[in-house]
């Protein structure tokens, strides 16, 4: 199967569960739509983003997306504008979009703040789904954004948990890792990351126990 119709199955996939298990889900493919319409320069990252690197889609609750700082006012407003249920609670790194009667999260808008999601969109991987285009994150920058809130001491364990299985599927489902570009991302979560992240990725290509 090509890797275009890969991340287009997955997208397709993990909406289709996501829409079983959570009835006021916003569906992917129409935050897209509007960030395109407003001419956002966006990538699709968590579950829905990183699901046909994985090969194994999954459900969520939630839309999350890294915008560009010069276009973040306007994809809030044109969110806002396209599903008006939706109310922004606005926090250091992220803009979050809460449903005004579930208080779901139902899209998460990630700002561009953090080192690591500075670069965001200068690694990419172009996906057309429905005659849409966006970007999802490429390969690396996938891996980088699983280990960054796997090691960190502040995320709750369960969550951290999950991180790191994804990070385990992310590495067992693709051989061809760039390991001195992977090095690169993971020196931006904390100077040392570089290294860490390429031993984490020999220790699961080795079937070692990663140790969090």
Same mark, same amino acid.
């Given at each position: 199967?090509?890797?275009?119709?890969?991340?287009?199955?997955?997208?397709?996939?993990?909406?289709?569960?996501?829409?079983?298990?959570?009835?006021?889900?916003?569906?992917?493919?129409?935050?897209?739509? /509007?960030?395109?319409? &407003?001419?956002? @320069? +966006?990538?699709?990252?968590?579950?829905?983003?990183?699901?046909?690197?994985? =090969?194994?889609?999954?459900?969520?609750?939630?839309?999350?997306? /890294?915008?560009? &700082? @010069?276009?973040?006012?306007?994809?809030?407003?044109?969110? *806002?504008?396209?599903?008006?249920?939706?109310?922004?609670?606005?926090?250091?790194?992220?803009?979050?979009?809460?449903?005004?009667?579930?208080?779901?999260?139902?899209?998460?808008? *990630?700002?561009?703040?953090?080192?690591? +999601?500075? /670069?965001?969109?200068?690694?990419?991987? &172009?996906?057309?789904?429905?005659?849409?285009? +966006?970007?999802?994150?490429?390969?690396?920058? &996938?891996?980088?954004?699983? +280990?960054?809130?796997?090691?960190?001491?502040?995320?709750?364990?369960?969550?951290?948990?999950?991180?790191?299985?994804?990070?385990?599927?992310?590495?067992?489902?693709?051989? $061809? *890792?760039?390991?001195? =570009?992977?090095?690169?991302?993971?020196?931006?979560?904390?100077?040392?990351?570089? $290294?860490?992240?390429?031993?984490?990725?020999?220790? /699961?290509?080795?079937?070692?126990?990663?140790?969090?």
């Amino acid at each position: 199967m090509l890797l275009q119709d890969v991340h287009t199955r997955s997208i397709a996939t993990s909406t289709g569960l996501s829409q079983y298990y959570t009835p006021n889900m916003i569906v992917p493919l129409d935050v897209i739509r /509007v960030l395109n319409a &407003a001419t956002v @320069r +966006f990538m699709l990252v968590g579950a829905h983003g990183v699901g046909g690197w994985m =090969k194994k889609p999954r459900a969520t609750e939630d839309v999350d997306i /890294v915008v560009a &700082a @010069r276009g973040l006012k306007r994809a809030i407003q044109a969110l *806002i504008a396209a599903f008006p249920q939706l109310d922004p609670e606005d926090h250091e790194v992220v803009v979050r979009l809460r449903d005004r009667v579930t208080s779901d999260v139902l899209i998460d808008v *990630i700002k561009p703040t953090q080192p690591l +999601f500075r /670069v965001a969109l200068k690694h990419t991987h &172009a996906v057309e789904s429905e005659g849409h285009p +966006f970007l999802i994150p490429s390969l690396e920058m &996938a891996l980088a954004m699983k +280990f960054a809130p796997m090691i960190s001491l502040n995320r709750a364990e369960e969550k951290r948990l999950q991180d790191a299985h994804d990070f385990i599927r992310l590495i067992k489902a693709n051989e $061809a *890792i760039d390991l001195s =570009k992977l090095a690169e991302l993971g020196q931006l979560v904390y100077n040392g990351g570089g $290294a860490e992240i390429v031993q984490k990725v020999r220790q /699961v290509r080795a079937g070692e126990k990663l140790i969090l």
